[in-house]
């Protein structure tokens, strides 16, 4: 079989440390949008009602998350657990109702990902799932291209890891590119230490996903930073939230203070660069003639960025790191929580492309090689 002869669309999988995106190529959107991580019965009176022993995605509903202990198998951008990942694909094609011995299958990757990693997920898609042609796509270049642009800065902003990746033509600059591991769950992780200063206790693994809706449903950015005594005044306007169980919460200066961190990790012990200087970082380690043109082509990308308030809060502190003269855009299209899948489905459909799968026998002859060869 060559790639001029797959029967079916590609699958597109999406991976992220927070949500796994699946669905088929040239369609506008994902089929199925599921939490990536896995849960096994803590009691024995669960798993005694119940012969599974292994819960995915949305198999873990409110009821029975708090019996679960739930495990992260694919964390800032790197495979932990290969067989808890598996399980996570596995979910995928069957909620795709596909066996992925009938289907091409792109998967998007942060830029950083090692050669080992991908050499063990292609062994897996095409040794265990007997899978017909394979592509890696680099999230960013994939992104920018949904959004319409060849050339520009994709900043993504996810649960575990933020990148700021400069693409010029179609081709990411690896040099400039700039991650740092501070994204939206550094929000639910201070958020929930802000909450325990105020008296509510939340530690379980399974607890932390009530923090997280809180974060989605309440958390914003201010304009510009907020003074101590703002928040002192804050303190008294009281925000009621009703967790899973019905009883009440009350939030106030949290939800403003979270997000904080996203802006200033080094008030918060944290000896990172924000999410604003990894932006102007990565711009200003490009040729100088290619600056302007970056500046006015931000794209935002990623769960955290629909924060409200996130885009109105970049611009003002990325122009105080840049030259005065610099003029700045961003654009923040409003799917931008699955512009990277949106990319992938797009790239994968184009006639151009059909030459760059990866088949199981050009990896069966050149192994790692043909890894290196075709991408983007």
Same mark, same amino acid.
């Given at each position: 079989?060559?790639?001029?002869?797959?029967?079916? #669309? !590609? *699958?597109?999988?999406?991976?992220?440390?927070? /949500?796994?995106?699946?669905?088929?190529?040239?369609?506008?959107?994902?089929?199925?949008?599921?939490?990536?991580?896995?849960?096994? !019965?803590?009691?024995?009176?669960?798993?005694?009602?119940?012969?599974?022993?292994?819960?995915?995605? #949305?198999?873990?509903?409110?009821?029975?998350?708090?019996?679960?202990?739930?495990?992260?198998?694919?964390?800032?951008?790197?495979?932990?657990?290969?067989?808890?990942?598996?399980?996570?694909?596995?979910?995928?094609?069957?909620?795709? #109702?596909?066996?992925?011995?009938?289907?091409?299958?792109?998967?998007?990757?942060?830029?950083?990902?090692?050669?080992?990693?991908?050499? &063990?997920?292609?062994?897996?898609?095409?040794?265990?799932? #007997?899978?017909?042609?394979?592509?890696?796509?680099?999230?960013?270049?994939?992104?920018?291209?949904?959004?319409?642009?060849?050339?520009?800065?994709?900043?993504?902003?996810?649960?575990?890891?933020?990148?700021?990746?400069?693409?010029?033509?179609?081709?990411?600059? /690896?040099?400039?590119?700039?991650?740092?591991?501070?994204?939206?769950?550094?929000?639910?992780?201070?958020?929930?230490?802000?909450?325990?200063?105020?008296?509510?206790?939340?530690?379980?693994?399974? &607890?932390?996903? *009530?923090?997280?809706?809180?974060?989605?449903?309440?958390?914003?950015?201010?304009?510009?930073?907020?003074?101590?005594?703002?928040? /002192?005044?804050?303190?008294?306007?009281?925000?009621?939230?009703?967790?899973?169980?019905?009883?009440? *919460?009350?939030?106030?200066?949290?939800?403003?203070?979270?997000? &904080?961190?996203?802006?200033?990790?080094?008030?918060?012990?944290? &000896?990172?660069?924000?999410?604003?200087?990894?932006?102007?970082?990565?711009? /200003?380690?490009?040729?100088?003639?290619?600056?302007?043109?970056?500046?006015?082509?931000?794209?935002?990308?990623?769960?955290?960025?629909?924060?409200?308030?996130? !885009?109105?809060?970049?611009?003002?502190?990325?122009?105080?790191?840049?030259?005065?003269?610099?003029?700045?855009?961003?654009?923040?299209?409003?799917?931008?929580?699955?512009?990277?899948?949106?990319?992938?489905?797009?790239?994968?459909?184009?006639?151009?492309?059909?030459?760059?799968?990866?088949?199981?026998?050009?990896?069966?002859?050149?192994?790692?090689?043909?890894? *290196?060869?075709?991408?983007?």
């Amino acid at each position: 079989m060559d790639s001029n002869t797959f029967a079916n #669309n !590609p *699958i597109i999988i999406d991976m992220g440390s927070s /949500q796994i995106k699946a669905g088929f190529g040239g369609d506008d959107k994902p089929k199925v949008i599921f939490n990536s991580y896995i849960g096994r !019965p803590k009691l024995k009176a669960l798993s005694a009602t119940n012969s599974q022993e292994i819960y995915v995605g #949305n198999q873990i509903t409110d009821s029975i998350r708090g019996n679960m202990k739930i495990k992260y198998p694919y964390q800032k951008g790197v495979i932990k657990d290969m067989n808890d990942m598996d399980q996570l694909w596995k979910y995928a094609f069957s909620e795709l #109702n596909s066996n992925p011995k009938d289907y091409p299958i792109l998967l998007t990757e942060p830029p950083f990902t090692s050669q080992i990693q991908k050499k &063990e997920i292609a062994k897996q898609f095409f040794e265990n799932y #007997n899978c017909p042609g394979l592509f890696f796509a680099v999230s960013g270049i994939v992104s920018l291209f949904a959004s319409g642009k060849t050339t520009g800065v994709i900043l993504d902003v996810g649960d575990t890891v933020s990148q700021s990746i400069p693409i010029y033509d179609g081709f990411y600059i /690896q040099h400039s590119a700039q991650r740092v591991d501070l994204a939206g769950r550094d929000v639910t992780d201070n958020l929930n230490n802000l909450l325990r200063r105020s008296g509510y206790i939340f530690t379980k693994t399974a &607890e932390l996903e *009530i923090i997280k809706k809180i974060k989605e449903k309440r958390c914003f950015l201010s304009p510009t930073m907020i003074a101590e005594e703002k928040y /002192q005044e804050e303190r008294k306007i009281k925000d009621q939230f009703t967790l899973p169980d019905n009883n009440m *919460i009350e939030i106030s200066y949290e939800k403003q203070r979270a997000p &904080e961190i996203l802006m200033s990790p080094e008030k918060y012990g944290l &000896e990172l660069n924000s999410i604003p200087e990894i932006l102007a970082n990565s711009i /200003q380690k490009v040729d100088l003639d290619l600056r302007k043109t970056l500046y006015n082509e931000i794209v935002l990308t990623g769960g955290t960025s629909l924060m409200q308030g996130f !885009p109105e809060r970049l611009i003002g502190e990325v122009k105080r790191l840049i030259p005065k003269d610099a003029k700045v855009k961003i654009w923040a299209p409003p799917e931008r929580i699955t512009l990277c899948w949106q990319g992938g489905s797009i790239l994968s459909h184009l006639s151009s492309f059909k030459s760059m799968w990866i088949l199981k026998k050009e990896f069966d002859d050149e192994g790692e090689r043909i890894l *290196i060869k075709k991408q983007l």
